[in-house]
């Protein structure tokens, strides 16, 4: 049997971290097995649903790369095949439709609680056949009275249910709306998914979706549930803490290798394995080995799994362009003929994101402002200004700028004045980049090019 399985978000928000991971576990499982996946958008919660998140729930996607095979279904397409379905269901006795009252359903749901009992509708009119012309009605399944439903969770070993638990769920609202777990069902079966694999909120679904399946007739799919995310200090996933919108991470300057690995690794391991290519998750994946226990969500984690990527992709064409955006993002100007590979070669070991890479180059891009000169007074004391026009001139001569001819006019200047050559880089340091930490300074000057160095040493050596 081909294997298929689903991705079926509700287009009531943003995809979040908890559900990029049904995704993805939903994703490689059907790659594994050479299987089809498919993406399904639940928007039948007419209020709830927006436009502007079946756009976000595809973006994300598309921007990690958990690519469907078929789809984008949306459920408000599909109306007429639930409409159908209910009919059928209805014309075999498997349904029936409940003309009570909102009142009334409110009034016996307090008598219930009042008595201590769990609240449930009273299958009134199940028993009482009434044929009315009311249109004021909603349909509801005829969920088996005794037995049990038992299904082995590909997560969580095999749950039991007591059908005598199990209310007769509406399957469709006074509205003529189908409701979600009736759609899930058609929709599961039309589209012969094989492992629904879903948020363990949904475990309680599960028994009235393989009831009505069964009255169907149908094939009944395995079933993994998967726990929940939550936050390193154990705290629930909420949305403050963490970026809920996960596209966000992608406007934060992070690589969708640290998202995937990220997530993929919350509740899944493989050995002591840290770090898969995409190509590996797809031969490695395994429900059997995803964890009961709710997963911690670790953003320094992510930062540090952002920082390996960024420092093991090549430095091509991608990362170039992407540096180009978080610059602009902060309102730096790029001129093309900077070297953006250099740049990026000698930046990135100290950058978790692109936008830290953006933020901590800015200085190869624009002017420098020192603020307070005293800083570079602290290195050399009163002699800096000389040294510096020492220095200045003599860079000036330089025909072929490299870091190496730098290097060695900046030790004839150590000598020269009897000074550490530390302090000399450090004196070109704040002059060139405006602060006291950057990575070789001469490499920098090399990168910068031989005018614009010289450039931020005059400015320098006219306000000290
Ligand atoms: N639409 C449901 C949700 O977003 C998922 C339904 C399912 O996977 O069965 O939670
Ligand atoms: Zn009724």
Same mark, same amino acid.
């Given at each position: =049997? ?37 993406? @399904?958008?639940?928007?039948? &919660? ?8 079946? +756009? ?23 109306? !007429? ?7 059928? =269901? ?38 009482? +056949? ?43 609202? @006074? #509205? ?14 039309? =589209? ?12 309680? #679904? !599960?028994?009235?979706?393989? #009831?009505?399946?069964?009255?169907? #007739? ?28 996960? /596209?966000?991470?992608?406007? %934060? ?23 898969? !290519?995409?190509?590996?998750?797809? +031969? ?37 362009? %992407?540096?180009?955006?978080? /610059? ?19 930046? @990135? ?21 020192? *603020? ?7 290195? *050399? ?11 200045? &001139?003599? *860079? ?24 550490? *050559? ?30 614009? !160095? ?11």
């Amino acid at each position: =049997m081909k294997i298929k399985t689903r991705f079926a978000p509700s287009s009531t928000g943003c995809l979040h971290i908890g559900s990029v991971r049904t995704a993805l576990y939903s994703w490689l499982f059907a790659q594994r097995y050479h299987g089809s996946f498919i993406l @399904r958008i639940e928007d039948t &919660d007419i209020k709830r649903s927006n436009n502007e998140y079946i +756009k976000n729930i595809i973006n994300t996607l598309k921007w990690l790369g958990i690519m469907w095979d078929e789809g984008p279904y949306l459920q408000s397409d599909r109306l !007429t095949l639930y409409k159908d379905k209910i009919t059928e =269901m209805l014309d075999l006795g498997h349904a029936y439709k409940c003309y009570c009252s909102i009142d009334r359903l409110k009034k016996l749901r307090l008598q219930q609680i009042s008595c201590g009992l769990k609240p449930s509708y009273d299958r009134k009119c199940r028993y009482n +056949k009434i044929s009315s012309n009311d249109q004021d009605y909603v349909i509801r399944f005829k969920n088996p009275l005794s037995g049990q439903v038992i299904f082995d969770d590909k997560i969580r070993g095999e749950i039991i249910f007591n059908n005598s638990e199990l209310d007769d769920l509406v399957i469709q609202r @006074r #509205n003529g709306i189908p409701t979600y777990n009736f759609c899930v069902v058609i929709d599961d079966l039309d =589209m012969e998914i094989t492992h629904v694999i879903r948020g363990e909120d949904h475990i309680n #679904n !599960t028994p009235r979706q393989i #009831n009505i399946l069964k009255s169907l #007739n149908a094939y009944i799919p395995h079933y993994a549930h998967v726990s929940m995310v939550i936050n390193h200090d154990k705290s629930n996933f909420s949305k403050r803490k963490n970026a809920c919108n996960v /596209l966000e991470y992608k406007n %934060q300057g992070f690589l969708k290798e640290s998202i995937l690995n990220s997530v993929l690794r919350l509740g899944w391991s493989y050995h002591n394995q840290e770090i898969f !290519t995409i190509d590996e998750m797809k +031969k490695k994946f395994s429900l059997r080995h995803v964890s009961k226990s709710p997963s911690e969500f670790n953003f320094q984690k992510l930062l540090w799994l952002n920082h390996y990527y960024l420092n093991h992709i090549p430095i091509d064409n991608f990362l170039i362009n %992407q540096l180009k955006k978080n /610059l602009q993002k902060i309102d730096i100007k790029y001129s093309n003929d900077m070297n953006f590979t250099k740049i990026i070669d000698l930046m @990135r070991s100290r950058c978790n994101t692109i936008q830290d890479l953006a933020i901590q180059s800015r200085f190869f891009f624009e002017e420098i402002t020192i *603020l307070n000169i005293d800083v570079i007074k602290k290195y *050399l004391f009163n002699k800096h200004n000389m040294i510096l026009q020492f220095t200045y &001139d003599k *860079l000036s001569i330089i025909k072929d700028w490299n870091s190496s001819n730098i290097v060695d006019i900046l030790k004839s200047m150590s000598k020269k004045f009897s000074i550490v *050559l530390k302090n000399i880089f450090m004196l070109l340091r704040i002059s060139i980049t405006g602060s006291e930490t950057s990575p070789n300074i001469s490499v920098i000057m090399e990168i910068l090019g031989k005018i614009k !160095t010289l450039c931020r040493i005059k400015k320098i050596l006219k306000i000290s």
